[in-house]
């Protein structure tokens, strides 16, 4: 009865509010692993780029199927359902994984791979193969709820920091300043320098700009390739905004040290130069799609 009503499109707006209420409560299965989810987006900056995945994927998905019939449901997505409610719970009691590197593992069923299966099998069973097709790429951005594994802090963060450290204190050695401090902090003089915070290591713009870059990509229906091109570019692109922003900082401290009424002002200074980076980082992702497509 339900497929019937789903094939006649007798009942659009009302079926279309049973799947969603019904997608709504079937979230309740997975509480521990939301509650994870949200413990990492509030507290972790790294990571937080994820909360934007499923607001992203109902919306894309939703404008794939404006316009749309759709057509008979198909009952393989409740096996989807409840295969997807059942592996959460064996991960959480099993503790499945793959490590990686000492202390650093990866789980065997991340929870974007779980909500796909369980979104997917939604789909599929109100609005049919079709339905699925079509929302395809919104659904496959719930693979990144968790666009960074928790490892990558262990296996990249304090990496990244110590090479922006050092080519922070190479541009000051090539400016003629003597710096001293050890490791992430760096002394213009006694009591002014700045310290390499984690959030210097370029590896958070990294990833907002390469997820912000998948988006527009698909929205401004790139070419696969270009798509590929347009997301490593901006990866690549935001690393270089973070070494920018650093060399900004250090020739902001070389005037400093000559002008001293400027050393009262270096936070406003990082605030500018910030400022500054945000408004290029929003050009890139705005102009290269327009100019891709226009070739």
């Given at each position: 009865?339900?497929?019937?009503?789903i094939k006649?499109?007798?009942?659009?707006?009302?079926?279309?509010?049973?799947?969603?209420?019904a997608?709504?409560?079937?979230?309740?299965g997975?509480a521990?692993e939301?509650?994870?989810l949200?413990?990492?987006w509030?507290?972790?900056?790294l990571?937080s780029?994820?909360?934007?995945?499923?607001?992203l994927a109902?919306?894309?998905s939703?404008r794939?199927?404006?316009?749309q019939?759709?057509e008979?449901g198909?009952?393989?997505?409740?096996?989807?359902?409840?295969?997807?409610?059942?592996?959460?719970?064996?991960?959480?009691s099993?503790r499945?994984?793959?490590?990686?590197?000492?202390?650093?593992?990866i789980?065997?069923?991340?929870?974007?791979l779980?909500l796909?299966?369980?979104?997917?099998g939604?789909?599929?069973?109100?609005?049919?193969?079709?339905?699925?097709?079509?929302?395809?790429?919104g659904?496959?951005?719930?693979?990144?709820?968790n666009?960074?594994?928790g490892s990558?802090?262990?296996?990249?963060?304090?990496?990244?920091q110590y090479?922006?450290?050092?080519?922070?204190r190479?541009?000051?050695?090539?400016?003629?300043?003597?710096?001293?401090g050890?490791?992430?902090?760096?002394?213009?003089?006694?009591?002014?320098?700045?310290?390499?915070?984690p959030?210097c290591n370029?590896?958070?713009?990294a990833?907002?700009?390469?997820?912000?870059?998948l988006?527009?990509?698909?929205?401004?229906?790139?070419?696969?390739?270009?798509?590929?091109c347009?997301?490593?570019?901006s990866v690549?692109f935001?690393?270089?905004?973070?070494l920018?922003?650093?060399f900004?900082?250090?020739l902001f401290?070389?005037?400093?040290?000559?002008?001293?009424?400027?050393?009262?002002?270096?936070?406003?200074?990082?605030?500018i130069?910030?400022g500054?980076?945000?408004f290029?980082?929003?050009?890139?992702?705005?102009?290269?799609?327009k100019?891709?497509?226009?070739?």
């Amino acid at each position: 009865m339900l497929s019937a009503a789903i094939k006649k499109q007798e009942y659009p707006y009302a079926i279309a509010a049973l799947s969603f209420t019904a997608f709504l409560f079937g979230l309740y299965g997975f509480a521990p692993e939301l509650n994870t989810l949200w413990n990492v987006w509030s507290g972790d900056p790294l990571r937080s780029a994820g909360i934007l995945a499923p607001p992203l994927a109902l919306s894309l998905s939703i404008r794939a199927w404006r316009g749309q019939r759709f057509e008979e449901g198909s009952w393989w997505g409740l096996l989807l359902i409840i295969a997807a409610l059942t592996a959460a719970r064996m991960v959480e009691s099993l503790r499945l994984g793959f490590v990686v590197l000492p202390g650093a593992m990866i789980s065997a069923l991340p929870i974007g791979l779980l909500l796909w299966f369980y979104a997917s099998g939604f789909v599929l069973l109100f609005g049919g193969v079709r339905a699925w097709k079509s929302a395809s790429f919104g659904l496959a951005l719930l693979l990144l709820v968790n666009p960074v594994p928790g490892s990558a802090n262990n296996l990249f963060d304090l990496k990244l920091q110590y090479l922006s450290a050092k080519l922070a204190r190479g541009f000051a050695t090539m400016l003629g300043m003597q710096v001293s401090g050890k490791g992430l902090e760096m002394m213009f003089s006694p009591e002014f320098g700045m310290f390499i915070a984690p959030g210097c290591n370029g590896l958070r713009g990294a990833v907002a700009l390469g997820f912000l870059a998948l988006v527009i990509g698909h929205i401004r229906r790139m070419g696969l390739v270009p798509r590929i091109c347009f997301v490593a570019g901006s990866v690549g692109f935001a690393y270089l905004l973070n070494l920018l922003r650093l060399f900004a900082l250090v020739l902001f401290y070389w005037v400093a040290l000559h002008v001293q009424g400027l050393q009262a002002h270096a936070e406003m200074a990082d605030y500018i130069i910030g400022g500054i980076i945000f408004f290029l980082a929003a050009g890139f992702l705005v102009g290269v799609p327009k100019l891709v497509v226009r070739i």
